[in-house]
């Protein structure tokens, strides 16, 4: 499986849109890896995660072929995660000739919502509930329910399974809910990589938030690998950075190091 992190960033961006602070004066100084857009991943070639106004700079970033893309996994409907207006894009005379003219859209209560009134014959949206487990054609897709804007969103995030991997996509949400470490561990998931909130980077944050920090992300760990659903091999990588509290990747990099921790950034891959 090939994972690619388009945006790495939280809603604002790093640099955020109107900011002028330190970090993103810093962040717009030296480019690169520091610079973050809003949250986005895809699978291989064929399925995306999240829809953020930032989409077609992805591509463009990533040399992404948009027809090629199958599947749509929105996990909650937050902007940096869901600009449904995009998918108006998805028709013509906007799209034509594309390798793959229908797009399975999938999403959150909240998410499904903004979404539906995009639905064409080339857009189906889906919604999906806690625990639901869409089989595709290359995949399986499960829902899980993330602690993220309360229980009318139904904010997820998707455990995908390609046949050979596992990956948990965990954006956003605060400390896993109770109910998902008994899900993985009642259905035998070892996963191959996870990918988790850190909105609040070395900053404490109480469980019962909506995202995490490093300290509530070391824990949640520590629990999957005691129901053994995480083993030695497993990646974890920190996603999902707000720019008021983490630094720059470099430093990023440093505060973790020798924790077994990856730091996303904008356009990396990771090879499973
Ligand atoms: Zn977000
Ligand atoms: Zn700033
Ligand atoms: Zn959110």
Redesign the pocket.
């Known amino acids: 499986m090939k994972f690619t992190y388009l945006g790495t960033s939280s809603?604002e961006g790093f640099p955020a849109v109107f900011c002028n602070c330190k970090n993103c004066a810093a962040a717009r100084r030296l480019g690169g890896v520091n610079i973050r857009t809003r949250t986005q991943a895809l699978v291989n070639e064929d399925l995306l995660i999240d829809l953020p106004a930032d989409t077609l700079h992805h591509f463009l970033q990533c040399g992404i072929e948009g027809h090629k893309i199958k599947y749509l996994f929105v996990t909650?409907s937050?902007k940096?995660?869901c600009y449904p207006q995009e998918l108006g894009c998805h028709r013509h005379p906007c799209a034509k000739e594309m390798e793959q003219p229908v797009l399975r859209v999938f999403g959150s209560h909240g998410a499904a919502e903004l979404m539906a009134p995009f639905a064409t014959e080339t857009v189906e949206v889906t919604e999906l509930k806690p625990f639901d487990v869409v089989d595709l054609e290359e995949y399986r897709v499960t829902a899980l329910p993330a602690r993220?804007?309360g229980e009318n969103e139904g904010?997820l995030m998707y455990l995908i399974d390609d046949g050979e991997k596992k990956v948990l996509y965990a954006h956003?949400t605060g400390y896993f809910l109770d109910e998902v470490f008994d899900y993985l561990k009642g259905n035998g998931i070892v996963l191959d990589m996870v990918s988790y909130d850190c909105a609040y980077g070395d900053k404490f944050v109480a469980d019962t938030g909506?995202h995490m920090g490093i300290e509530n992300i070391t824990r949640v760990r520590a629990r999957l690998l005691e129901i053994g659903a995480v083993n030695e091999k497993t990646i974890h990588v920190l996603n999902h950075f707000s720019h008021g509290i983490n630094p720059l990747q470099s430093r990023l990099e440093k505060l973790v190091r020798g924790q077994g921790f990856c730091v996303a950034h904008d356009g990396r891959v990771i090879e499973l």
Request: charged content about 20%.
């Open positions: 809603v909650h937050h940096d995660h993220h804007m904010a956003d909506g």
